[in-house]
T-cell receptor, first 111, second 113 residues
């Protein structure tokens, strides 16, 4: 069983809808990253969280350490938000071998 | 502007051949990583380095090697390419592991026939 699980795997929504992507993990972590992979393949880091909430434009990321859960929200979604969103957990104890990735959520926003 | 580049972007090779994928970053980051991405598996760590002359194995290191002779470069070598190594390879760098973001290269699509 993967230590980092994302849901849903695929999500299709209409432009303007509020989007939520979930990430849960089964072990202790030091931090959690949200990444965006564009249709062309490039990967961009969106957020790094160790507690609370972060906001950048229409994107909001939250994390609940006690519940081992993080969410990525997109407000007023737009077709250009169509991408694969990946969460990655830095497991407690540090070290690069602690970075474990979810399998990604494929998001399509239709006009 | 600082950047991280990979070359080649696409490569087709034959089983048994040695292949080297280049990764070059101008961020002056100490930490560099190699990942592979496959359908159904997501990103998986191959090797990583915390600085010059430092290299470490990741989750899927068998059949791969890296060397770090300077801060900017971390080449990934497939000693004897196998069809199971057909994948998209991403290089990334970061200033520090736990408190900083990772910056990803554009990826190299490798096909082993």
């Amino acid at each position: 069983k993967n230590e980092v699980e994302q849901s849903p795997q695929n999500l299709t929504a209409q432009e303007g809808e509020f989007i939520t992507i979930n990430c849960s993990y089964s072990v202790g972590i030091s931090a959690l990253h949200w990444l965006q992979q564009h249709p062309g393949g490039g990967i961009v880091s969106l957020f790094m969280l160790s507690s609370g909430k972060k906001k950048h434009g229409r994107l909001i990321a939250t994390i609940n350490i006690q519940e081992k859960h993080s969410s990525l929200h997109i407000t007023a979604s737009h077709p250009r938000d169509s991408a694969v969103y990946i969460c990655a957990a830095l497991l407690s104890g540090g070290g690069a071998d602690g970075l474990t990735f979810g399998k990604g959520t494929h998001l399509i926003i239709q006009p | 502007d600082a950047e991280i580049t990979q070359s080649p972007r696409h490569k087709i090779t034959e089983t048994g051949r040695q292949v080297t994928l280049a990764c070059h970053q101008t961020w002056n980051h100490n930490n560099m990583f190699w990942y592979r991405q496959d359908l159904g598996h997501g990103l998986r760590l191959i090797h990583y380095s915390y600085g010059v002359q430092d290299t470490n194995k990741g989750e899927v290191s068998d059949g791969y090697s890296v060397s770090r002779s300077n801060t900017e470069d971390l080449p990934l070598t497939l000693e004897s390419a196998a069809s199971s190594q057909t994948s998209v390879y991403f290089c990334a760098s970061s200033e520090s592991m736990s408190t900083d973001t990772q910056y990803f290269g554009p990826g190299t699509r490798l096909t082993v026939l």
